[in-house]
């Protein structure tokens, strides 16, 4: 039962997790010039408006029962680069906003989290529980989601820093960076790159 409470924990957190990461690609996006995602209604942290119930429910359940590694996503947020005013560095600054918010929610509940255990109500257990859940966790997708292999945020940062042509060459592995991403997750390179940035990252925080 335990360990239950534990996925079903980390899987609210995921799925808050996610809706907020994609709200904030939305919000961003139509404050740069392009109203797309919010005529679309992914302008909420509704999480039926982000949800791919393949990548965002049956994915990550499986992973979190199993133990197998299997990545999950959300519907990504659509963005017309043509309504942006400065399209190449507003859709960097669009793909950035995804992985600053995890930071962002990391951040506020490692702040809540140390308040309680101030107050002296570190031992309400399942707050404590999902607040922990909420910083490792948002840690992890931050940093995943910056790598820089598209179609990752980290790929479209980096997309839009690139000269020109740079930025054309890397957009032509777009169609195999799930396969690169499995790739490096079986190899153990995955870890080896997100393991240390995430652990210093929780350090600070903690």
């Known amino acids: 039962m335990a360990d239950l409470q534990v996925i079903l924990v980390l899987f609210v957190v995921l ?30 942290l509704n999480p039926l408006a982000h949800i791919d119930w393949i990548g965002t429910v049956l994915f990550p359940l499986i992973a979190m029962l199993s133990g197998l590694p299997l990545l999950g996503w959300a519907k ?4 017309s680069a043509a309504n942006l005013r400065h399209p190449r560095r507003d859709f960097a600054i669009v793909a950035l906003a995804g992985p600053v918010s995890n930071l962002i929610l990391a951040v506020g509940a490692a702040i809540i989290l140390k308040m309680l255990v101030m107050a002296d109500m570190a031992p309400l257990s399942l707050g404590v529980m999902l607040l922990s859940r909420a910083i490792s966790l948002n840690v992890v997708l931050a940093v995943f989601n910056m790598l820089p292999v598209p179609p990752l945020d980290g790929g479209n940062v980096l997309a839009g820093v690139l000269p020109e042509g740079l930025a054309r060459l890397l957009d032509q592995i777009r169609p195999y960076g799930f396969l690169i991403l499995y ?24």
């Open 15 to 44: 799925i808050g997790s996610l809706s907020f990461h994609e709200a904030a690609h939305a919000w961003t996006a139509n404050q740069l010039g392009d109203p797309t995602a919010r005529h679309l209604g992914r302008l909420t």
């Open 183 to 206: 790739g490096l997750m079986f190899t153990g390179v995955l870890f080896n790159i997100v393991a240390p940035i995430q652990q210093e990252i929780l350090r600070w925080l903690r």
């Open 76 to 79: 990504p947020v659509p963005v």
